[in-house]
DNA sequence: CCTGAAACCTGTCTGC
DNA sequence: TGCAGACAGGTTTCAG
């Protein structure tokens, strides 16, 4: 369920609470368990679960996609991929001195006072990380959308700088932090952007739209709390507010032509032609 | 510099 | 009913 908006939506349930999940913060962490190796990306299994212990979760934000766990020590980081999810419960001890796990957890992230933190990932390309400079994460990513300093002035000079399809640099995490395929697809209609066009072929005005389209697409997202697709994350309901995203054969909310799907650098992509003339 | 293919994974849905 | 194939919110790596 990852794209910026519901990676917003569960940092913010993690900080503050919301629903199910209660907040984490201040929680102290007294062990950790790993169930899938590879979830952990760094450092070796041995030397997080020997350094996680007693540190005390002091903030928890947000970096593009990844959520970002403040440790008295350290930085924990969390990337959901494509089907990672986040619970927060009371443990329920099994006979083996471990949490008992639904399928699919993979890692468990314990407390002192008895709750735990849940990684539930169907499809394992989630990943972890235990870090002291933040930097090794998240010190290659581009500029945060919702940021001050995402400017439309910002954005026209740097699609000047670019030969490749729009669609493809906004989903390059090193240029924009935090967009996926939904957000991308839903920005590119609304600014009325054809996904193949060439970045520096898109003139000012065009930008300018492109520029509030994005800001104004995750924004919406993150007011319904993301979006709810297939089996993966449920509680947001930006779903019902696509324009375009799987909504290939069906009308364009804006003048009624049936709406394409191509692929575009590997994924899927769906625009109007019409709305989106590749020009 | 840029694109495309493949890999990493499990599950669901569609069509024959 | 079975089964093959397509497809899924992401990212990395490698070939050309």
Redesign the pocket.
Known sequence: ???LP?VETIVRALREGRGDIPSVKGRKIAAAWLFWQ?TLQHPSAEEFLAAIPDQVISQVTRR??LIWFHLTRSHLFL?????GDVRVEPMVWGGDQSPTAQ??DRLVIGFSDGWGMYFND????GRAWLVNNPDLVIG?LGLEPLSDEFTAGWLYRNLQ?????IK??L?D?TFLAG????YTDEALHLAKIHPNR??SKIDANASRALWHSIREVLKSGIDSH????????KG?D??NKFRV??RTGLPCPECGSVIQ?I??????THFCPLCQPIL
């Open positions: 369920m990852p794209e519901e590879r593009g996609k990337h959901l991929r494509m089907s399928k699919h169907t499809r394992k390309f290659n700088q670019s030969n490749r399809q493809t640099l989903l995490q967009l996926g395929n939904i060439i970045a993301g979006a709810s697709i297939d089996w993966v994350y947001g930006f779903q995203y799987r799907r692929l575009v650098g590997q994924r899927s």
